[in-house]
């Protein structure tokens, strides 16, 4: 890999272009799905590439290629370079790189129980013991088990001297148990929803959720719901679990603090944002105790990385401290924008997409309270549980989410369930209602494997750190 | 390299690894692709990308279980790797009782898509050249953001008891969003052939959208309407069917929402549903991921549900016929869809509304209820208000919450003009525009 990326440097060096860089990236996958007592799939995927990125003439090209060699890397380096002139026909400004210096180094995710070490065997005595968990409450319909792993291993050179090499280990796992009756359906999913939780790291991470000791419960839910009353509409206080948090914040805090989205470059496809460039340090995102953090040195976060596709290596930011907005996610790009450094957030799905702001690990911040106190707190409301569907418009404003199980709070204490549930609201009155989250004992960084964005689309893996947190007078229920 | 040259080097390489394999059944898939997208906004080019990619998925057979395993590389010593080790590892997995054999072929396929040499080939220059094409009709005050892409595919299917199918066809795509100070508007063109787009015409019908929308009105209650939904908006509901119902993997399962109702009627007369790769609108492909030929496919006839698409392994778990619909391990979905047209226009629809909303895009739409067919969404780039059958202003963006199957229920009018739409998720369909009532507007935005 070295030698192939000083060739492309020598090379790169003399088409007289402006800054260049190299990602040669091999990717391995495995992925297994047990659904009702048999082998659903199972399929082991490795691929390998490599892209450039050239800026010249003040403009990006970028071209990839499935075939590693010399030849391969002169040609394609060649074509990023007619492709960065053909944008210079039609720009307004050059792009400028911030002055972040070149870096030298390795990462490797750190781990203990590597799942591509462990045979396919052990793997499937899981996922089936899983499967028949769920299969043995009566009224059940479906019941899947799932693992995911993924390896990437990532070469970066750039002509001005940056030489990294990383491995990034990632493992996922989860369960869903679906019951149907008379027309209707009802899912529950453990640890989370879309195939369950995801961490950099290895099986050791996954180990503590004990989902097979949880599969009979999340199936008798399933059903469960079936005859549970549906959600009233209503204005009410809710309490959020975790997991659903995360997409809370993933949505309505992750994507509108992404600077090229602020800037209009995503605007044809996903939209804008309402955090405007004049909103920093003067925008009320929440209420006082809202802190929230962009973290990608976060042990065990999907979002968890040495350095970004920039080569800017990986931080700690403040994002919203006391309720008030902060910090955008950036890179070498669009930090001069704002007078500052990258933060290190420029992530590419794959060697074949150039890199764009992606969230990295977007956290709201523990607060004081036990989750036992802070529902017995709570004289009258809703909890809500697991995310079933996501919806926020063109510039994160209004949202609505529907999750798999809500419970009602009378009294300081959780009672009869409800199906169907959902909740709507505005980003900023939402957030400005929150009156408090849970501690550190509660606190958990959940996965989102799935972050769609860019043209041609790209999936970014990312992860939100939450505890269960309460807002007040939140409109749930809504029906269609 | 001819297209005609590639497509046989790739069956040469493919049909040897098969025949080197050391299983008892082979399946073949590959897909590779050429494709190149120019991407704009703020009236400039700002991220230009061009990839070479393949992916090819090896499926092998040891007894009733299979092993699969998919590389990026058409390389000989590659694919007798993949070979190798998809029986390695069907070898580790326990017996299927639901296994079924490789698609036994050859088959004869109805169609070939077009494949357009100069799409394929597009140089950088040319699509900047467009691009600039289309800024020439942006209205002053506005800012352009879009995509060009071109680019070819060539998909193919072999197996070693005889499928051998490969074809390629040519994409070209242009997308234009013209954002204001007080509104938007956005277009879209796809075609075979990228000389078949006119970013100039399209830009124009975005800037009309967009200056028609300025100045928005922000105090029209949410509730029932009666709406007037254009191509995206329709299309976006088509492909919520597509993933949550007509599927056969869901309907094997029980989960999609046409369990259970094949032969009622669930929606009105006006609406008939069918499945079409062969139809040159729809950009199918003639065949499917086991290589079996697409086939026609109605799925709702005259509001009564008739079907579901089918792969030959859900097709065997509903005791149904394979339709030519798998998409491999995702089970079976129809993805080139055509909602019959009507017998008006967009203008009469209009005429004939004393008060409603007409709702250009849909914007970031999701499931609520897969089984009851209830979505959510918002609008985007272009809500107007319908007064005494007229366009009266435009709308500040609204939230719907909708069950989706009444609004084709109540759809009365439906206009005569179809046409190629991408949906926000993915996907596309050729529909028409439709008018239906009580429309259930359940949030507002403040834009």
Redesign the interface.
Same mark, same amino acid.
């Given at each position: 890999m070295k030698e192939l990326a000083d060739f492309f440097r020598a090379n790169a060096q003399r088409t007289g272009v402006s800054y260049a860089d190299i990602r040669i990236t091999g990717l391995a996958r495995e992925s297994l799905t047990v659904k009702n007592g048999r082998v659903d799939n199972i399929s082991k995927s490795a691929e390998a590439g490599f892209g450039v990125r050239v800026l010249h003439r003040g403009c990006w090209g970028f071209a990839a290629s499935n075939h590693v060699n010399r030849a391969e890397i002169e040609r394609i380096t060649m074509l990023a370079m007619e492709i960065a002139m053909a944008s210079s026909t039609a720009k307004r400004e050059d792009v400028r790189l911030d002055d972040t210096p070149a870096a030298q180094g390795t990462y490797v995710t750190p781990h203990t129980k590597d799942p591509f070490a462990w045979s396919t065997e052990e793997k499937l005595a899981l996922l089936f013991d899983w499967n028949k968990k769920m299969k043995s409450v009566k009224g059940l319909t479906n019941a899947t088990s799932s693992m995911d792993f993924f390896r990437e291993e990532q070469y970066f050179a750039s002509t001005e001297g940056a030489l990294i090499e990383q491995t990034i280990l990632e493992s996922g796992a989860g369960i869903e148990a679906v019951a149907i009756q008379n027309g209707e359906m009802q899912r529950r999913c453990y640890p989370n929803s879309f195939r369950g939780q995801f961490h950099t790291g290895g099986w050791e991470l996954l180990e503590p959720y004990d989902i097979g000791g949880n599969a009979e419960r999340i199936a008798e839910e399933a059903v469960m719901l079936l005859s549970a009353p549906e959600l009233p509409h209503m204005r009410t206080t809710l309490i959020i679990e975790g997991a659903q948090l995360g997409l809370q914040v993933h949505e309505s805090i992750g994507h509108p603090i992404e600077l090229d989205r602020v800037l209009g470059m995503e605007a044809a496809y996903a939209g804008m944002s309402f955090v405007t460039l004049d909103k920093r340090g003067n925008l009320k995102y929440g209420s006082d105790i809202m802190h929230v953090t962009a973290d990608a040195t976060l042990p065990g976060g999907l979002g968890t990385f040495g350095w970004d596709d920039d080569g800017v290596p990986a931080q700690r930011v403040d994002i919203i401290k006391d309720g008030v907005f902060l910090n955008y996610l950036t890179n070498r790009e669009t930090a001069g924008i704002v007078g500052q450094r990258s933060n290190g957030t420029n992530r590419a799905d794959g060697f074949n997409r150039a890199p764009i702001i992606r969230m990295t690990n977007i956290n709201l911040e523990p607060g004081t309270w036990e989750l036992d106190a802070l529902i017995a707190d709570t004289e009258d409301g809703i909890w809500m549980e697991t995310n079933k569907s996501w919806s926020i418009d063109d510039r994160r404003v209004n949202f609505q989410f529907g999750c798999e199980l809500a419970r009602e709070i009378k009294g300081g204490k959780l009672g009869k369930v409800y199906k169907n549930p959902n909740y709507t609201g505005i980003t900023t009155e939402f957030w400005g209602s929150m009156d408090a989250v849970c501690n550190k004992n509660h606190w958990k960084i959940w996965g989102t494997p799935n972050c769609g964005k860019g043209q041609p689309s790209q999936t970014a893996h990312v992860a939100h750190g939450t505890a269960p947190a309460r807002f007040r007078n939140v409109e749930v229920g809504v029906r269609g | 390299m001819s297209t005609a040259e590639f497509e046989n080097a790739v069956r040469e390489r493919i049909e040897d690894a098969i025949a080197g394999s050391p299983a008892e059944d082979t399946e073949i898939l590959v897909t590779s692709n050429i494709?190149a997208?120019?991407?704009?906004? !703020?009236?400039? /080019?700002?991220?230009?990308?061009? +990839? @070479?990619?393949? @992916?090819v998925?090896v499926r092998c057979a040891v007894g009733r =279980?299979w092993?699969?395993?998919?590389?990026?590389?058409l390389d000989p010593e590659a694919l007798k790797k993949a070979v190798d #080790?998809a029986a390695d590892?069907a070898r580790?997995?326990?017996d #299927?009782? +639901?296994f079924i054999p490789s698609a036994e072929g050859p088959y004869r396929y109805s169609f070939t898509p077009e494949f357009d040499k100069p799409t394929a080939e597009c140089?950088?220059?040319r =699509?900047?050249?467009m691009?600039?094409k289309g800024?020439e009709k942006v209205p002053d005050g506005y800012?352009a953001?879009?995509?060009l892409?071109t680019g070819a595919v060539t998909l193919g299917v072999f197996s070693a008891r005889g499928i051998s199918a490969i074809t390629s066809a040519t994409t070209a795509e242009y997308? /234009?969003?013209l954002?204001g100070k007080t509104s938007s508007g956005y277009a879209e063109e796809t075609s075979r052939r990228v000389t078949a787009i006119d970013p100039a015409a399209i830009a124009k019908r975005a800037a009309e959208k967009a200056i028609a929308g300025e100045n928005p009105r922000s105090d029209l209650d949410i509730g029932r309407y009666t709406v007037i939904l254009e191509e995206e908006a329709v299309a976006t509901f088509l492909m919520f069917f597509s993933w949550t119902g007509f599927g056969g993997q869901e309907f094997a #399962?029980? @989960?999609s929402f046409l369990?259970?109702r094949l032969g009622e009627k669930i929606t009105g007369e006006n609406i008939t549903i069918v499945d079409d790769a062969a139809d040159p609108r729809t950009f199918g492909l003639p065949f499917d991921f086991e290589g079996m030929p697409r086939q026609r496919l109605t799925i709702i006839e005259h509001g009564i549900a008739r079907g579901v698409a089918h792969s030959r392994k859900t097709a065997s778990k509903s005791g149904a016929l394979p339709t030519g619909h798998s998409v491999g391990?995702w089970g079976a979905y129809p993805t080139n869809l055509i909602l019959s047209p009507g017998d008006s226009s967009r203008d009469e629809m209009i005429k004939a509304t004393e008060r409603g909303i007409l709702v250009s895009r849909f914007? *970031?739409?999701?499931?609520? #209820?897969?089984?009851?067919t209830? *979505?959510?969404?918002?609008t985007?780039d272009g809500t107007f208000l319908i007064e005494n059958g007229e366009i009266a202003c435009g709308l500040t963006?609204f939230?719907w919450?909708?069950?989706a199957l009444e609004a084709l229920e109540k759809a009365d009018m439906i206009s005569a003009e179809q046409r190629f739409n991408s949906a926000f998720f993915?996907g596309g369909a050729v529909v028409p525009a439709i008018r239906t009532h009580e429309f !259930?507007f359940?949030?507002?935005?403040?834009?």
């Open positions: - | 494709s997208l120019t991407r704009f906004a !703020n009236n400039q /080019i700002h991220q230009n990308h061009h +990839e @070479e990619n393949a @992916e998925t =279980r092993g699969t395993v998919t590389t990026n590389s #080790d590892a580790l997995l326990p #299927d009782p +639901e140089e950088p220059s =699509r900047a050249l691009v600039k800024f800012e953001a879009g995509t892409s997308t /234009i969003l954002t #399962d029980g @989960e369990c259970g391990p914007h *970031y739409s999701n499931v609520v #209820d897969p089984k009851k209830v *979505y959510t969404g918002l985007r963006n939230r919450t909708q069950n993915g !259930n359940s949030g507002k935005s403040d834009h």
